[in-house]
């Protein structure tokens, strides 16, 4: 039983279109984020949303929007892909907003050509 | 600007060897320092953390070292095994919001 659910698992996609990436915790927690992998594997956040609250929101392009329809979805929402938002995307959830264990999904890669 | 800096960038270390690994931190207000293993196509996923009040936690073969005044931690691996081998990443963060800054991660091979 999955804890931290993200489909697809892999994108390919070309420059300038719209794909979106969902992901899905089943452990009760109140804070889910999003993580972005570079190629050289350096992992940033992005976003992080408590109780469908954003409470992070790092220097990312407007073309990345996030949602959160419930406390156990946290989707990512990224307009007109650019080759720079090649990456691994990682959703991942705590227990507390304040600090603790973050749980990660498996990641969804994401290739733009 | 770095706030977490990891090294080595890769370790080699032979079976039952000891693997170590260390970070620096800049930000006095950090108070969470964990360590994360990573897994060629997975997730990363937490192994061990330690709060600033304490100077070393252990965990199995797993030992983190804390140097407050140093503002340095590190990560022993004792008896390492090829199934050790991973991407290791140091990380640090502070009170609400938990946004964990993280290392730049060290790529470790366990030879058998």
């Known amino acids: 039983d999955t804890a931290v659910s993200q489909t697809p698992k892999y994108l390919v996609t070309q420059m300038g279109n719209d794909k979106s990436i969902k992901c899905e915790q089943n452990l009760g927690h109140d804070t889910m984020y999003w993580y972005k992998q570079d190629s050289k594997k350096f992992l940033k956040i992005m976003f992080s949303y408590n109780n469908k609250e954003l409470i992070i929101n790092e220097t990312v392009p407007n073309r990345f929007s996030p949602k959160s329809p419930d406390k156990a979805h946290l989707n990512l929402h990224i307009n007109s892909l650019e080759l720079g938002d090649s990456a691994v995307y990682f959703c991942?959830?705590?227990?507390?907003?304040?600090?603790?264990?973050?749980?990660f999904g498996e990641g969804s890669r994401l290739t733009v050509l | 600007q770095q706030q977490v800096k990891q090294s080595p960038q890769s370790l080699i270390v032979q079976k039952g060897g000891i693997s170590i690994i260390n970070c620096a931190y800049e930000?006095?207000?950090?108070?969470?320092f964990p360590w994360y293993q990573q897994f060629p196509g997975k997730g990363p996923a937490l192994l061990i953390a330690i709060r600033p009040d304490v100077s070393e936690k252990k965990e199995g073969r797993f030992t983190i070292s804390f140097n407050k005044s140093a503002k340095q931690f590190s990560l022993h691996i004792m008896d390492s095994q090829p199934g050790d081998s991973a991407t290791y990443f140091c990380a640090a963060s502070r009170g609400y919001g938990n946004k964990l800054v993280f290392g730049a991660g060290t790529i470790l091979r366990v030879k058998s």
């Open positions: 991942a959830s705590s227990h507390r907003v304040e600090i603790g264990e973050l749980f």
């Open positions: 930000n006095t207000a950090f108070d969470y």
